[in-house]
Protein backbone atom coordinates (compact mmCIF):
# COMPACT_ATOMS: atom_id res chain seq x y z
CA UNK A 1 0.00 0.00 0.00
CA UNK A 2 1.33 3.38 -1.08
CA UNK A 3 2.46 5.86 1.81
CA UNK A 4 1.09 9.08 2.53
CA UNK A 5 3.91 11.46 3.41
CA UNK A 6 2.79 15.16 4.43
CA UNK A 7 5.44 17.73 4.80
CA UNK A 8 4.74 21.35 6.53
CA UNK A 9 6.73 23.69 4.95
CA UNK A 10 8.64 24.33 2.00
CA UNK A 11 11.69 26.43 0.69
CA UNK A 12 15.23 24.79 1.59
CA UNK A 13 14.13 21.77 3.98
CA UNK A 14 10.58 20.92 3.25
CA UNK A 15 10.79 20.96 -0.68
CA UNK A 16 14.31 19.08 -0.44
CA UNK A 17 12.16 15.95 1.78
CA UNK A 18 9.43 16.02 -0.46
CA UNK A 19 11.50 15.64 -3.51
CA UNK A 20 13.92 13.36 -2.28
CA UNK A 21 11.09 11.52 -0.82
CA UNK A 22 9.32 10.98 -4.67
CA UNK A 23 12.89 10.03 -5.77
CA UNK A 24 13.27 6.99 -3.58
CA UNK A 25 9.32 6.00 -4.00
CA UNK A 26 7.17 6.60 -7.27
CA UNK A 27 4.24 5.77 -5.76
CA UNK A 28 3.64 7.38 -2.37
CA UNK A 29 1.26 10.14 -2.03
CA UNK A 30 2.93 13.53 -0.66
CA UNK A 31 1.48 16.41 0.37
CA UNK A 32 3.45 19.54 0.79
CA UNK A 33 1.58 22.56 2.86
CA UNK A 34 3.00 25.81 2.56
CA UNK A 35 1.36 28.92 4.75
CA UNK A 36 2.89 31.84 2.33
CA UNK A 37 2.53 32.01 -1.37
CA UNK A 38 6.01 30.53 -2.53
CA UNK A 39 6.96 26.87 -2.01
CA UNK A 40 10.45 27.31 -3.38
CA UNK A 41 12.17 30.59 -2.74
CA UNK A 42 15.75 31.82 -3.13
CA UNK A 43 15.49 33.37 0.69
CA UNK A 44 19.40 33.91 0.24
CA UNK A 45 19.29 35.73 -2.74
CA UNK A 46 16.11 38.41 -0.79
CA UNK A 47 19.05 41.16 -0.22
CA UNK A 48 20.44 40.89 -3.88
CA UNK A 49 16.69 41.55 -5.15
CA UNK A 50 16.12 44.24 -2.73
CA UNK A 51 19.45 45.71 -4.30
CA UNK A 52 18.48 45.13 -7.90
CA UNK A 53 21.66 42.80 -8.76
CA UNK A 54 19.01 40.05 -9.10
CA UNK A 55 16.64 42.25 -11.41
CA UNK A 56 13.72 40.10 -11.88
CA UNK A 57 11.74 38.21 -9.08
CA UNK A 58 10.46 35.21 -10.80
CA UNK A 59 14.24 34.51 -10.53
CA UNK A 60 14.58 33.96 -6.55
CA UNK A 61 11.21 31.08 -7.72
CA UNK A 62 13.63 28.29 -7.72
CA UNK A 63 10.21 26.24 -8.12
CA UNK A 64 6.40 26.47 -8.14
CA UNK A 65 3.25 24.26 -7.13
CA UNK A 66 2.49 23.81 -11.15
CA UNK A 67 6.32 22.61 -11.64
CA UNK A 68 6.42 20.49 -8.49
CA UNK A 69 2.77 18.70 -9.52
CA UNK A 70 4.36 18.02 -13.51
CA UNK A 71 7.32 17.24 -12.56
CA UNK A 72 7.67 15.31 -9.06
CA UNK A 73 3.37 14.55 -8.91
CA UNK A 74 3.70 16.59 -5.77
CA UNK A 75 0.59 17.85 -4.21
CA UNK A 76 1.24 21.85 -3.27
CA UNK A 77 -0.92 23.53 -1.19
CA UNK A 78 -0.12 27.08 -0.54
CA UNK A 79 -1.53 29.02 2.00
CA UNK A 80 -2.27 26.13 3.77
CA UNK A 81 -1.42 26.46 7.35
CA UNK A 82 -0.86 23.28 9.38
CA UNK A 83 -1.81 24.48 13.37
CA UNK A 84 -2.51 21.39 14.83
CA UNK A 85 -0.95 17.69 14.83
CA UNK A 86 -2.70 14.85 16.13
CA UNK A 87 0.16 12.41 16.48
CA UNK A 88 -2.00 9.78 18.55
CA UNK A 89 -4.28 9.66 14.96
CA UNK A 90 -1.37 10.59 12.44
CA UNK A 91 -3.62 13.66 11.13
CA UNK A 92 -2.80 17.19 10.79
CA UNK A 93 -5.29 20.30 11.06
CA UNK A 94 -4.75 22.58 8.26
CA UNK A 95 -5.91 26.21 7.77
CA UNK A 96 -7.07 27.12 3.87
CA UNK A 97 -6.21 30.93 4.17
CA UNK A 98 -7.12 31.21 0.67
CA UNK A 99 -10.53 30.16 1.35
CA UNK A 100 -11.39 30.35 5.01
CA UNK A 101 -11.85 26.18 5.46
CA UNK A 102 -10.59 23.93 7.63
CA UNK A 103 -9.60 20.75 7.19
CA UNK A 104 -8.10 17.28 8.75
CA UNK A 105 -5.28 15.70 6.80
CA UNK A 106 -4.41 12.41 7.31
CA UNK A 107 -0.66 10.41 7.19
CA UNK A 108 1.67 7.54 7.34
CA UNK A 109 5.10 10.10 8.00
CA UNK A 110 5.22 13.42 8.70
CA UNK A 111 7.85 15.79 7.72
CA UNK A 112 7.88 19.45 10.27
CA UNK A 113 10.16 21.79 8.41
CA UNK A 114 8.56 25.07 9.52
CA UNK A 115 11.64 27.23 9.57
CA UNK A 116 12.52 29.63 11.83
CA UNK A 117 10.87 33.27 12.49
CA UNK A 118 12.29 36.83 12.75
CA UNK A 119 13.48 38.27 15.90
CA UNK A 120 10.75 41.39 16.54
CA UNK A 121 11.31 42.79 19.66
CA UNK A 122 8.63 44.66 21.75
CA UNK A 123 9.73 48.55 20.65
CA UNK A 124 7.07 51.27 20.58
CA UNK A 125 6.11 51.93 17.16
CA UNK A 126 7.63 48.35 15.98
CA UNK A 127 4.89 47.87 14.32
CA UNK A 128 4.57 50.57 11.79
CA UNK A 129 3.98 50.17 8.42
CA UNK A 130 7.81 51.23 7.05
CA UNK A 131 9.41 48.71 9.85
CA UNK A 132 10.13 45.85 7.23
CA UNK A 133 11.76 42.42 7.79
CA UNK A 134 13.45 40.43 5.26
CA UNK A 135 12.72 36.58 5.07
CA UNK A 136 10.01 36.40 2.16
CA UNK A 137 9.93 36.90 -1.06
CA UNK A 138 6.48 39.57 0.06
CA UNK A 139 9.05 41.09 2.91
CA UNK A 140 11.63 41.66 -0.31
CA UNK A 141 8.49 42.99 -2.16
CA UNK A 142 7.65 45.91 0.41
CA UNK A 143 11.06 47.23 0.45
CA UNK A 144 11.83 47.47 -3.32
CA UNK A 145 8.01 48.98 -3.13
CA UNK A 146 9.64 51.23 -0.45
CA UNK A 147 12.55 52.39 -2.98
CA UNK A 148 10.49 52.69 -5.84
CA UNK A 149 8.21 55.10 -4.13
CA UNK A 150 10.69 57.68 -3.26
CA UNK A 151 12.58 56.10 0.11
CA UNK A 152 16.59 58.20 0.21
CA UNK A 153 17.35 57.68 4.18
CA UNK A 154 17.16 53.65 5.75
CA UNK A 155 17.86 52.34 9.35
CA UNK A 156 19.47 48.72 9.64
CA UNK A 157 19.16 47.36 12.92
CA UNK A 158 21.29 44.03 13.47
CA UNK A 159 24.73 43.62 11.88
CA UNK A 160 24.85 39.83 10.92
CA UNK A 161 24.96 38.74 7.47
CA UNK A 162 21.73 39.52 6.68
CA UNK A 163 21.67 42.82 7.88
CA UNK A 164 25.21 43.79 6.09
CA UNK A 165 24.09 42.21 2.90
CA UNK A 166 20.85 44.34 3.06
CA UNK A 167 23.18 48.02 4.51
CA UNK A 168 25.14 47.35 1.25
CA UNK A 169 22.01 46.38 -0.82
CA UNK A 170 20.33 49.55 -0.19
CA UNK A 171 23.58 51.59 0.20
CA UNK A 172 23.90 49.94 -3.70
CA UNK A 173 20.42 51.55 -4.64
CA UNK A 174 21.49 54.93 -3.13
CA UNK A 175 20.13 55.33 0.05
CA UNK A 176 22.18 56.88 2.96
CA UNK A 177 22.18 54.00 5.42
CA UNK A 178 22.78 53.73 8.84
CA UNK A 179 23.97 50.35 10.65
CA UNK A 180 22.95 49.86 14.20
CA UNK A 181 24.24 46.45 15.83
CA UNK A 182 24.00 46.00 19.73
CA UNK A 183 27.07 44.51 20.11
CA UNK A 184 30.77 46.19 20.21
CA UNK A 185 31.26 44.59 16.19
CA UNK A 186 29.44 43.32 12.87
CA UNK A 187 29.34 40.21 12.11
CA UNK A 188 29.09 38.70 16.21
CA UNK A 189 29.29 35.34 15.65
CA UNK A 190 33.53 36.29 13.78
CA UNK A 191 35.95 37.32 16.40
CA UNK A 192 36.40 41.04 16.74
CA UNK A 193 39.59 41.41 14.72
CA UNK A 194 38.67 39.64 11.84
CA UNK A 195 35.61 41.42 11.77
CA UNK A 196 37.02 44.82 12.00
CA UNK A 197 37.70 44.94 8.05
CA UNK A 198 34.48 44.58 7.07
CA UNK A 199 33.65 47.35 9.59
CA UNK A 200 36.20 49.57 7.89
CA UNK A 201 34.48 49.00 4.06
CA UNK A 202 30.69 49.44 5.16
CA UNK A 203 32.55 52.99 6.53
CA UNK A 204 34.30 53.41 3.08
CA UNK A 205 30.60 52.62 1.78
CA UNK A 206 29.11 55.42 3.09
CA UNK A 207 27.08 53.49 5.43
CA UNK A 208 26.90 55.31 8.94
CA UNK A 209 28.22 52.56 11.62
CA UNK A 210 26.74 52.72 14.93
CA UNK A 211 28.14 49.56 16.95
CA UNK A 212 27.68 48.95 20.63
CA UNK A 213 24.00 50.69 20.92
CA UNK A 214 20.57 49.17 20.40
CA UNK A 215 17.53 50.36 19.45
CA UNK A 216 14.62 51.60 22.32
CA UNK A 217 11.63 52.98 19.96
CA UNK A 218 10.37 54.12 17.29
CA UNK A 219 9.12 57.65 16.87
CA UNK A 220 6.30 57.59 15.03
CA UNK A 221 3.85 59.79 12.85
CA UNK A 222 0.44 58.24 12.17
CA UNK A 223 1.00 55.08 11.28
CA UNK A 224 4.64 55.60 9.88
CA UNK A 225 8.06 55.80 11.68
CA UNK A 226 10.05 58.51 11.54
CA UNK A 227 13.42 58.19 13.30
CA UNK A 228 14.58 55.18 15.10
CA UNK A 229 16.04 56.30 19.02
CA UNK A 230 18.85 54.11 20.34
CA UNK A 231 20.37 53.49 23.75
CA UNK A 232 22.98 56.57 23.74
CA UNK A 233 19.88 58.52 23.25
CA UNK A 234 20.15 60.10 19.43
CA UNK A 235 17.85 59.27 16.78
CA UNK A 236 18.11 58.27 13.21
CA UNK A 237 15.76 60.09 10.77
CA UNK A 238 14.92 57.56 8.17
CA UNK A 239 12.08 56.69 5.52
CA UNK A 240 12.33 53.00 5.95
CA UNK A 241 13.68 50.67 8.98
CA UNK A 242 15.05 46.90 8.41
CA UNK A 243 15.02 44.50 11.73
CA UNK A 244 17.84 42.24 10.80
CA UNK A 245 18.44 41.46 14.44
CA UNK A 246 18.22 37.27 14.11
CA UNK A 247 15.96 34.36 14.20
CA UNK A 248 14.26 31.91 16.25
CA UNK A 249 13.22 28.09 15.93
CA UNK A 250 9.28 27.53 15.12
CA UNK A 251 8.59 24.90 17.57
CA UNK A 252 4.98 25.51 18.45
CA UNK A 253 3.80 23.05 16.53
CA UNK A 254 6.30 20.42 17.18
CA UNK A 255 6.10 21.11 20.82
CA UNK A 256 2.42 20.82 20.84
CA UNK A 257 2.66 17.41 18.43
CA UNK A 258 4.77 15.85 21.84
CA UNK A 259 8.32 16.62 20.05
CA UNK A 260 11.05 16.83 22.70
CA UNK A 261 13.05 20.24 22.58
CA UNK A 262 16.77 20.36 22.75
CA UNK A 263 19.06 22.06 25.08
CA UNK A 264 18.84 24.84 22.63
CA UNK A 265 15.22 25.23 22.18
CA UNK A 266 15.08 24.12 18.80
CA UNK A 267 13.30 20.54 17.54
CA UNK A 268 15.55 17.59 19.07
CA UNK A 269 16.22 14.95 16.10
CA UNK A 270 18.79 11.85 15.57
CA UNK A 271 21.14 11.73 12.57
CA UNK A 272 18.19 10.33 10.82
CA UNK A 273 16.18 13.48 11.21
CA UNK A 274 13.40 11.57 13.42
CA UNK A 275 11.87 13.58 16.50
CA UNK A 276 10.82 11.78 19.76
CA UNK A 277 7.51 11.10 18.19
CA UNK A 278 6.96 7.78 15.91
CA UNK A 279 6.58 8.66 12.51
CA UNK A 280 7.19 12.54 12.68
CA UNK A 281 10.40 13.57 11.71
CA UNK A 282 12.12 17.13 11.27
CA UNK A 283 14.39 19.46 9.61
CA UNK A 284 15.67 22.75 8.76
CA UNK A 285 15.90 26.09 10.73
CA UNK A 286 13.61 24.53 13.41
CA UNK A 287 15.88 21.53 14.42
CA UNK A 288 18.55 21.00 16.64
CA UNK A 289 22.13 19.22 15.36
CA UNK A 290 25.31 18.01 16.24
CA UNK A 291 28.30 20.09 15.35
CA UNK A 292 30.66 18.58 13.71
CA UNK A 293 33.86 19.86 15.94
CA UNK A 294 32.40 20.87 19.28
CA UNK A 295 30.57 18.10 19.57
CA UNK A 296 27.82 19.88 21.16
CA UNK A 297 24.17 20.28 20.66
CA UNK A 298 23.86 23.40 18.52
CA UNK A 299 21.42 25.83 16.69
CA UNK A 300 22.40 26.59 13.10
CA UNK A 301 19.49 28.54 10.75
CA UNK A 302 21.45 28.32 7.23
CA UNK A 303 20.39 27.18 3.96
CA UNK A 304 22.76 24.02 3.34
CA UNK A 305 22.43 22.20 6.13
CA UNK A 306 18.37 22.62 6.13
CA UNK A 307 18.77 21.39 2.65
CA UNK A 308 21.18 18.24 3.27
CA UNK A 309 19.01 17.40 6.29
CA UNK A 310 15.60 17.50 3.82
CA UNK A 311 17.07 15.31 1.86
CA UNK A 312 17.80 12.94 4.79
CA UNK A 313 14.37 13.08 6.28
CA UNK A 314 12.94 12.25 2.97
CA UNK A 315 14.98 9.43 2.40
CA UNK A 316 13.99 8.17 5.54
CA UNK A 317 10.10 8.38 5.67
CA UNK A 318 10.30 5.92 2.78
CA UNK A 319 12.26 2.94 4.19
CA UNK A 320 15.87 5.13 3.48
CA UNK A 321 18.78 4.92 5.79
CA UNK A 322 20.53 8.09 5.18
CA UNK A 323 22.26 10.28 8.31
CA UNK A 324 23.19 13.66 8.76
CA UNK A 325 25.96 13.97 11.13
CA UNK A 326 25.62 17.53 11.80
CA UNK A 327 27.58 20.87 10.08
CA UNK A 328 30.38 23.09 11.20
CA UNK A 329 28.39 26.35 10.40
CA UNK A 330 30.43 27.51 7.38
CA UNK A 331 29.28 30.69 6.29
CA UNK A 332 30.33 33.71 4.07
CA UNK A 333 29.09 37.11 2.67
CA UNK A 334 30.35 39.77 0.86
CA UNK A 335 30.45 43.37 2.05
CA UNK A 336 31.68 45.90 -1.40
CA UNK A 337 35.19 45.02 -1.78
CA UNK A 338 35.48 42.00 0.85
CA UNK A 339 34.66 38.61 1.51
CA UNK A 340 34.40 37.25 5.34
CA UNK A 341 34.13 33.90 5.95
CA UNK A 342 34.33 31.21 8.88
CA UNK A 343 33.90 27.67 9.85
CA UNK A 344 34.02 25.26 12.92
CA UNK A 345 34.75 27.00 16.43
CA UNK A 346 35.82 30.65 16.44
CA UNK A 347 38.05 32.10 19.44
CA UNK A 348 35.41 33.22 20.96
CA UNK A 349 33.14 30.04 21.02
CA UNK A 350 36.43 28.42 22.14
CA UNK A 351 36.20 30.83 25.47
CA UNK A 352 32.84 30.06 25.75
CA UNK A 353 32.76 26.43 25.51
CA UNK A 354 36.23 26.22 28.04
CA UNK A 355 38.59 25.07 25.45
CA UNK A 356 42.21 26.56 25.33
CA UNK A 357 42.76 27.23 21.99
CA UNK A 358 45.56 28.58 19.73
CA UNK A 359 45.45 31.14 17.61
CA UNK A 360 47.41 32.32 14.95
CA UNK A 361 46.80 35.24 11.66
CA UNK A 362 48.55 34.89 8.33
CA UNK A 363 48.58 37.57 6.02
CA UNK A 364 49.07 36.61 2.25
CA UNK A 365 48.07 37.56 -1.44
CA UNK A 366 45.57 34.93 -2.67
CA UNK A 367 47.40 34.21 -5.83
CA UNK A 368 51.38 34.26 -6.55
CA UNK A 369 52.52 37.84 -5.67
CA UNK A 370 54.55 38.15 -8.92
CA UNK A 371 51.26 37.52 -11.15
CA UNK A 372 49.42 40.94 -11.66
CA UNK A 373 46.38 41.82 -9.25
CA UNK A 374 47.31 39.58 -5.94
CA UNK A 375 45.10 40.72 -3.35
CA UNK A 376 45.77 40.59 0.56
CA UNK A 377 44.08 37.60 1.99
CA UNK A 378 44.08 37.63 6.43
CA UNK A 379 43.78 33.89 7.24
CA UNK A 380 43.14 32.46 11.21
CA UNK A 381 43.30 29.33 12.48
CA UNK A 382 42.28 27.90 15.78
CA UNK A 383 43.39 24.69 17.25
CA UNK A 384 42.96 22.93 20.64
CA UNK A 385 46.10 24.51 22.32
CA UNK A 386 46.34 20.85 24.66
CA UNK A 387 45.71 18.55 21.62
CA UNK A 388 46.60 20.65 18.92
CA UNK A 389 43.49 19.17 17.03
CA UNK A 390 42.09 21.93 14.32
CA UNK A 391 38.67 23.82 15.40
CA UNK A 392 38.06 26.35 13.07
CA UNK A 393 38.97 29.32 10.87
CA UNK A 394 37.84 32.68 9.62
CA UNK A 395 39.47 34.25 6.59
CA UNK A 396 38.79 37.93 5.16
CA UNK A 397 40.03 39.51 1.81
CA UNK A 398 39.16 40.74 -1.33
CA UNK A 399 39.67 37.09 -3.63
CA UNK A 400 40.10 33.68 -2.67
CA UNK A 401 38.38 33.32 0.16
CA UNK A 402 35.72 31.18 -0.60
CA UNK A 403 38.09 28.89 -2.01
CA UNK A 404 40.32 29.42 1.19
CA UNK A 405 37.47 28.65 3.47
CA UNK A 406 36.43 25.65 1.94
CA UNK A 407 39.53 24.10 2.02
CA UNK A 408 39.50 24.01 5.63
CA UNK A 409 35.91 23.35 6.27
CA UNK A 410 36.51 20.05 4.47
CA UNK A 411 39.52 19.06 6.48
CA UNK A 412 37.52 19.63 9.61
CA UNK A 413 34.47 17.28 8.61
CA UNK A 414 37.56 15.12 7.74
CA UNK A 415 39.01 15.20 11.13
CA UNK A 416 42.53 16.48 9.45
CA UNK A 417 45.29 17.95 12.13
CA UNK A 418 46.65 21.23 11.33
CA UNK A 419 50.71 19.41 10.20
CA UNK A 420 48.03 17.46 7.73
CA UNK A 421 46.99 20.88 6.45
CA UNK A 422 51.17 21.76 5.24
CA UNK A 423 50.42 18.74 3.09
CA UNK A 424 47.49 19.25 1.04
CA UNK A 425 48.18 19.03 -3.13
CA UNK A 426 46.46 21.73 -3.71
CA UNK A 427 46.28 23.55 -7.41
CA UNK A 428 48.42 26.00 -8.36
CA UNK A 429 49.01 27.99 -10.96
CA UNK A 430 50.27 31.86 -10.86
CA UNK A 431 46.22 33.26 -11.45
CA UNK A 432 44.65 31.31 -8.85
CA UNK A 433 47.28 30.29 -6.28
CA UNK A 434 50.87 30.17 -5.30
CA UNK A 435 53.43 27.21 -4.35
CA UNK A 436 52.74 27.39 -1.08
CA UNK A 437 48.65 28.49 -0.99
CA UNK A 438 47.94 30.65 2.34
CA UNK A 439 46.44 27.33 3.23
CA UNK A 440 49.97 26.27 3.76
CA UNK A 441 51.35 29.21 5.02
CA UNK A 442 49.09 29.74 7.90
CA UNK A 443 49.09 25.80 9.15
CA UNK A 444 53.24 26.17 8.92
CA UNK A 445 53.40 29.06 11.31
CA UNK A 446 50.86 27.45 13.46
CA UNK A 447 52.48 24.10 13.33
CA UNK A 448 55.33 26.05 14.17
CA UNK A 449 53.90 27.46 17.33
CA UNK A 450 52.63 24.32 18.07
CA UNK A 451 55.54 22.23 18.12
CA UNK A 452 57.58 25.25 20.00
CA UNK A 453 59.90 25.88 16.75
CA UNK A 454 58.81 29.57 17.78
CA UNK A 455 57.01 31.02 20.32
CA UNK A 456 54.46 33.60 19.94
CA UNK A 457 52.61 36.59 21.63
CA UNK A 458 49.24 37.46 20.13
CA UNK A 459 48.73 41.44 20.06
CA UNK A 460 46.49 41.31 23.31
CA UNK A 461 48.93 39.30 24.79
CA UNK A 462 52.14 41.56 23.46
CA UNK A 463 50.47 44.60 24.46
CA UNK A 464 49.91 43.53 27.80
CA UNK A 465 53.44 43.14 28.19
CA UNK A 466 55.26 45.43 26.00
CA UNK A 467 56.38 47.69 28.90
CA UNK A 468 58.92 44.49 29.95
CA UNK A 469 59.96 43.33 26.36
CA UNK A 470 62.63 44.02 23.73
CA UNK A 471 60.67 44.77 21.18
CA UNK A 472 62.13 44.51 17.56
CA UNK A 473 60.68 46.00 14.51
CA UNK A 474 62.39 44.37 11.38
CA UNK A 475 60.19 46.07 8.62
CA UNK A 476 62.16 48.05 6.41
CA UNK A 477 62.26 52.20 7.24
CA UNK A 478 59.08 52.50 4.67
CA UNK A 479 56.93 50.30 6.11
CA UNK A 480 57.93 51.75 10.06
CA UNK A 481 56.77 55.06 8.55
CA UNK A 482 53.04 53.79 8.95
CA UNK A 483 53.72 53.43 12.72
CA UNK A 484 55.35 51.32 15.33
CA UNK A 485 54.61 49.63 18.42
CA UNK A 486 56.04 52.08 21.64
CA UNK A 487 59.87 51.78 22.13
CA UNK A 488 60.37 49.23 19.36
CA UNK A 489 64.12 49.45 17.78
CA UNK A 490 63.95 49.46 14.50
CA UNK A 491 66.39 47.02 12.47
CA UNK A 492 65.43 45.81 8.73
CA UNK A 493 65.83 41.57 8.90
CA UNK A 494 68.45 42.12 6.67
CA UNK A 495 70.70 44.13 8.67
CA UNK A 496 69.96 42.00 11.72
CA UNK A 497 73.19 39.92 11.86
CA UNK A 498 75.31 43.28 11.72
CA UNK A 499 73.40 45.48 13.93
CA UNK A 500 73.01 42.60 16.87
CA UNK A 501 74.78 44.20 19.01
CA UNK A 502 72.27 46.70 19.80
CA UNK A 503 69.95 44.37 21.27
CA UNK A 504 70.42 42.69 24.52
CA UNK A 505 70.67 39.11 24.23
CA UNK A 506 69.13 38.54 28.25
CA UNK A 507 66.47 40.25 27.96
CA UNK A 508 62.92 38.86 26.90
CA UNK A 509 62.37 39.78 22.96
CA UNK A 510 59.61 40.45 21.16
CA UNK A 511 60.00 40.71 17.19
CA UNK A 512 57.47 41.49 14.57
CA UNK A 513 57.34 42.26 11.03
CA UNK A 514 54.29 43.10 8.49
CA UNK A 515 52.67 39.53 8.47
CA UNK A 516 55.01 37.40 10.26
CA UNK A 517 57.22 35.40 7.91
CA UNK A 518 60.31 37.87 8.43
CA UNK A 519 59.66 37.98 12.50
CA UNK A 520 59.92 34.33 12.67
CA UNK A 521 63.14 33.95 10.87
CA UNK A 522 64.62 36.98 12.40
CA UNK A 523 63.69 34.91 16.20
CA UNK A 524 65.50 31.90 14.54
CA UNK A 525 68.44 34.29 14.18
CA UNK A 526 68.14 35.40 17.90
CA UNK A 527 67.86 31.95 19.41
CA UNK A 528 70.67 30.64 17.72
CA UNK A 529 72.94 33.53 18.54
CA UNK A 530 71.99 33.34 21.96
CA UNK A 531 68.70 35.63 23.03
CA UNK A 532 67.45 33.60 26.12
CA UNK A 533 63.05 33.99 24.98
CA UNK A 534 62.71 35.35 22.30
CA UNK A 535 58.79 35.78 20.61
CA UNK A 536 57.00 36.59 17.35
CA UNK A 537 53.92 39.01 17.14
CA UNK A 538 51.61 36.13 15.58
CA UNK A 539 50.73 37.60 12.39
CA UNK A 540 52.75 40.89 12.43
CA UNK A 541 51.86 44.59 12.00
CA UNK A 542 48.36 43.72 10.20
CA UNK A 543 47.16 41.48 13.23
CA UNK A 544 47.94 44.41 15.15
CA UNK A 545 46.16 46.27 12.61
CA UNK A 546 43.15 44.80 12.92
CA UNK A 547 42.87 44.54 16.69
CA UNK A 548 43.29 48.54 17.03
CA UNK A 549 40.67 49.28 14.54
CA UNK A 550 37.92 46.58 16.04
CA UNK A 551 39.13 48.71 19.11
CA UNK A 552 38.58 51.66 17.74
CA UNK A 553 35.11 51.11 15.77
CA UNK A 554 34.02 49.53 19.64
CA UNK A 555 34.78 52.42 21.37
CA UNK A 556 31.71 54.51 22.33
CA UNK A 557 30.67 57.42 20.66
CA UNK A 558 29.12 60.94 21.07
CA UNK A 559 25.13 60.81 20.51
CA UNK A 560 24.70 62.44 16.65
CA UNK A 561 22.54 64.62 15.78
CA UNK A 562 19.15 63.45 13.92
CA UNK A 563 19.85 63.88 10.37
CA UNK A 564 18.14 66.80 8.68
Excluded at 228 to 252: C, K, M, Q, T, Y
Excluded at 494 to 503: A, F, M, N, Q, S
Aim: proline share 5%; charged share 20%; with cysteine.
Amino acid sequence: MAKKIVVVGGVAAGASAAAKARRDDEHAEIVVLEKGPYVSFANCGLPYFVSGEIEGRDELLLQTPESLRSRMALDVRVHHEAVAVHADRREVEVVDHASGTRQTIGYDELVLAPGARPIVPPLAGVKSTNVHLLRTVPDADALRAALDAGARRAVVIGGGFIGLEAAEGLRHRGLEVTLVEKAPQVLPPVDPEMAAPVADELVRLGIDLRLGVGATRFVTAGDRAIAAELEDGSLIEADLFLLSIGVRPNVELAVAAGCALGPTGAIAVDERMATSVPGIWAAGDAVEMRHLVGDTPVWIALAGPANRQGRVAGANTVGGDLRFRGALGTAIVRVGRLTAASTGLSEKACARGGIECRVTWNRHGHHAGYFPGAQPLTLKLVSDKKTGRLLGAQAVGAEGVDKRIDVVATALHGGLSVADLEDLDLAYAPPFGAARDPIHQAAMTHHNLQKGVLSGLTPSEALERLHALQVVDVRNPGERAGGMLAGAIGIPLTELRERIGELEPAKETLVYCAGGQRSAFAARVLRQRGFAQVHTLVGGWAAYGMFEAARMHAAPRAPAAAAS
